[in-house]
């Protein structure tokens, strides 16, 4: 899973990658399908002890999803990635976790089945990054109401075909994708089948 000479690499479907990006660079996220939904996570690149926090992103800003203009902040509370661009439906989710060996035990799949969690600390592995635990992920074109209640509803994607997210470094960073491998609920659509994604690193806006 490397990129090609434009940037751009096919993030299979079930699977996860993790990029190194400099401050004022950015990576597109394409969902050609518009179904597919992807944990992601940020790592300050020199201290990964600071990552984006879901927790801190919802306190900061007084909100339960994230659209363009959310401050995505880590747990220092600074800005990490910022969204320049977003044509997918929004309200993009941060209260489920990743999903994890666990979950597929209760949905009662027999044997070993890829999650988010684990296809995080196998895509920062292949960059030589270690991580004790699987932060909240931000969930991207995942679609998840809160109920009046306080209960949550998941929803079918709402994303149209080629929708994508842009995500610029606001410092140095490590950024980790898992394309979600959900194929028992319809996280990723009615049909339940995890498709691929594109990823394009973009560089700074002027740059030669």
Not at 143 to 149: Q, T
Request: aromatic share 6%; proline share 7%.
């Amino acid at each position: 899973m490397t990129f090609d000479k434009a940037g751009r690499m096919v993030l299979p479907a079930a699977h996860g990658k993790a990029v190194r990006l400099k401050a004022g660079w950015s990576v597109r996220v394409t969902n050609p399908y518009g179904t597919q939904a992807l944990d992601f996570w940020a790592f300050n690149a020199t201290d990964h002890a600071e990552f984006l926090s879901m927790d801190n992103v919802r306190s900061f800003n007084s909100v339960a999803y994230v659209n363009k203009g959310t401050a995505l902040v880590t747990t220092e509370r600074r800005p990490i990635v910022c969204i320049t661009e977003d044509s997918s439906a929004g309200n993009h989710d941060t209260l489920l976790c990743a999903c994890n060996p666990a979950i597929y035990r209760e949905l009662g799949v027999k044997g070993y089945h890829r999650s988010c969690s684990d296809n995080m600390h196998e895509a920062l592995g292949e960059i030589g990054v270690a991580f004790p635990v699987t932060p909240a992920p931000l969930n991207l074109f995942m679609s998840v109401h809160v109920r009046p209640d306080g209960s949550l509803e998941r929803l079918l994607p709402r994303s149209a075909p080629g929708a994508s997210i842009t995500l610029r470094a606001e410092l140095d960073a490590v950024l980790a994708f898992s394309n979600c491998p959900q194929d028992v609920t319809t996280i990723n659509g009615p049909d339940r089948t995890p498709r691929d994604c594109l990823l394009d690193i973009l560089p700074p806006e002027g740059a030669a």
